[in-house]
Structure formats: C-alpha cells, structure tokens
C-alpha cells in the first residue's frame, strides 16, 4: 500500500521519537513523570465538581518509557476522584474500567499496555467526567498530537467533541522534549487536536483554534 506523503512525514517522526524516548536517561523520565503528576494533581484540585458530585478522571497507565502515571493514579484516588482508564476493544476501540489501588491489571490482548481487570463500559456510561488525559508520543503547540498508532485515541476523541456541552477538556501527557513547536506533527484530517498538555513544568493550554480541540 502506498501511503500519503503526510503519513510517512508521521511515520517518520513517531520512529524518532520512540528512539529518543527509549535512549533517554531513566532517573530523567523518572524525575519529569513526578513532576508532570504533581502538575496534574494541583490542576485537577481546582476543577470545581457539582454539589455532591464525584470527579472521574479518565487516565491511563503509562508504560515504559512512557511517563509513569501509577503514583499519579494513587494520589488522584487519595484526593477523592473517580479514576477510569481505558481497555482496548475490536476496531480501535476504547471502552473504560474503573481503577482504585490494588485493581488486578492484565497485558492487553490488543496493544503492548496493561489494563485493568473490571466491568468494561463506554464512555457514554462513565458520570461526572472532568478531565481526559491523553497519552501521546509528542504535542505541538497547535495542539496536534502524535500516538501510537493505532488511532485509538483519534476514534474515541472524535466521538466526544469538546463544544458539547459539558465535555471535558482533554490534555497531553509529555516529557519536555516533545512539546513541539506549531506546525511540527503533521495534520491528518482524523486528527484530534488537544486543549493543552502536561510536562514537568506544568500545564500548556494551546490557544484556540479553528475546529475541535
Ligand atoms: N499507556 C498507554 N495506554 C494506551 C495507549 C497509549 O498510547 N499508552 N493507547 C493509545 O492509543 C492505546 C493502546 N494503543 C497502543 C498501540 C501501540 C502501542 C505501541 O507501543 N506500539 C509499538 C510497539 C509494539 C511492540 O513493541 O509490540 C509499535 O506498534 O511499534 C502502544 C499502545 C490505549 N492505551
Ligand atoms: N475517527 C476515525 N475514524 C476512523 N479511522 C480513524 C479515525 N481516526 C484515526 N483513524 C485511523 O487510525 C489510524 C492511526 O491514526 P494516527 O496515526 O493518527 O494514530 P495515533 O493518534 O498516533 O494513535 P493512538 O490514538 O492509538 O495513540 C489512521 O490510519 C487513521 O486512518
């Protein structure tokens, strides 16, 4: 198969920085993941629920060299959020199973992630959802995204717009290095652009721009 030029582009650049990730120094990755939690925590400390109302966190379990999102996790729990995180399905799909330390995880048949062990549901079914964070290779700060590859994320993003009403913001999880300068990650049409993203020196929001974010 011939692929569109834009798409080698992206090939390209999700290779690199997979080797960049990867050859990075492990206390470094470490030290900015801790970082990057403690950025997520004080954000999500001044999220203002409803009277009465449980904030659920749609996460995710970082994986090697990914951020490490575990203590993350355990302090949004400590802090009285709901946490989900996603399961891979048929299709690129993503459904969400609710997490609280000690939850059994399993290797995803579908992807090379852990997920948790629990009744799997759809988005739709997930209440009070405040905020999304989503996993990514790098962000430019136009807001494009660069995953994994699967589209996974560009699929579930895509089914819940950010100008519903109430939708909740998604932002990035990045090191340093792969914030990006605008323009850097090439555009797909199906891509889903982010509202802003972690990094160890805290939250970027991106300006508003045309289209969903
Ligand atoms: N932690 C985490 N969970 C996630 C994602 C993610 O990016 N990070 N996903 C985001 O969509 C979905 C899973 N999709 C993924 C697809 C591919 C790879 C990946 O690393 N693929 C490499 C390595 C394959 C291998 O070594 O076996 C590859 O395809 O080369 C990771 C996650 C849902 N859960
Ligand atoms: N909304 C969509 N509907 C159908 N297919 C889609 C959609 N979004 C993305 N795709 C398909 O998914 C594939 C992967 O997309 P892309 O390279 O942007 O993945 P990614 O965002 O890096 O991956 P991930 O979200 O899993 O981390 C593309 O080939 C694209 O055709």
Same mark, same amino acid.
């Given at each position: 198969?011939?692929?569109? *030029?834009?798409?080698?582009?992206?090939?390209?650049?999700?290779?690199?920085?997979?080797?960049?990730?990867?050859?990075?120094?492990?206390?470094?990755?470490?030290?900015?993941? $801790?970082?990057?939690?403690?950025?997520?925590?004080? !954000?999500?400390?001044?999220?203002?629920?409803?009277?009465?109302?449980?904030?659920?966190?749609?996460?995710?379990?970082?994986? &090697? /060299?990914?951020?490490?999102?575990?203590?993350?996790?355990? &302090?949004?729990?400590?802090?009285?959020? &709901?946490?989900?995180?996603?399961?891979?399905?048929?299709?690129?799909?993503?459904?969400?199973?609710?997490?609280?330390?000690?939850?059994?995880?399993?290797?995803?048949?579908?992807?090379?992630?852990?997920?948790?062990?629990?009744?799997?549901? /759809?988005?739709?079914?997930?209440?009070? +959802?405040?905020?999304?964070? +989503?996993?990514?290779?790098?962000?430019?700060?136009?807001? $494009?995204?660069?995953?994994?590859?699967?589209?996974?994320?560009?699929?579930?993003?895509? $089914? !819940?717009?950010?100008?519903?009403?109430?939708? /909740?913001?998604?932002?990035?999880?990045?090191?340093?290095?792969?914030?990006?300068?605008?323009?850097?990650?090439?555009?797909?049409?199906?891509?889903?652009?982010?509202?802003?993203?972690?990094?160890? &020196?805290?939250? $970027?929001?991106?300006? *508003?721009?045309?289209?969903?974010?």
């Amino acid at each position: 198969m011939t692929l569109p *030029a834009r798409d080698k582009g992206k090939l390209r650049l999700r290779a690199s920085l997979r080797a960049a990730r990867s050859a990075s120094d492990p206390a470094d990755r470490q030290e900015q993941a $801790q970082a990057i939690a403690r950025a997520v925590v004080d !954000h999500a400390g001044g999220i203002a629920a409803a009277p009465g109302e449980r904030r659920t966190i749609a996460a995710y379990l970082g994986r &090697d /060299p990914e951020p490490a999102t575990a203590g993350l996790l355990q &302090d949004l729990h400590a802090r009285g959020f &709901d946490v989900v995180l996603p399961v891979c399905e048929p299709a690129y799909r993503l459904s969400w199973v609710g997490w609280v330390p000690g939850t059994a995880l399993q290797r995803s048949v579908r992807a090379p992630v852990d997920e948790p062990v629990g009744p799997r549901r /759809p988005f739709e079914e997930v209440p009070a +959802v405040c905020l999304i964070l +989503v996993p990514a290779l790098a962000v430019d700060r136009s807001g $494009q995204r660069l995953g994994q590859g699967g589209g996974y994320y560009d699929r579930f993003l895509a $089914q !819940h717009p950010t100008d519903s009403p109430g939708a /909740p913001p998604r932002l990035g999880v990045v090191y340093r290095s792969e914030l990006l300068p605008a323009g850097a990650i090439p555009a797909e049409p199906f891509d889903q652009r982010l509202g802003g993203v972690f990094t160890a &020196d805290g939250l $970027q929001r991106f300006e *508003a721009v045309a289209g969903p974010v």
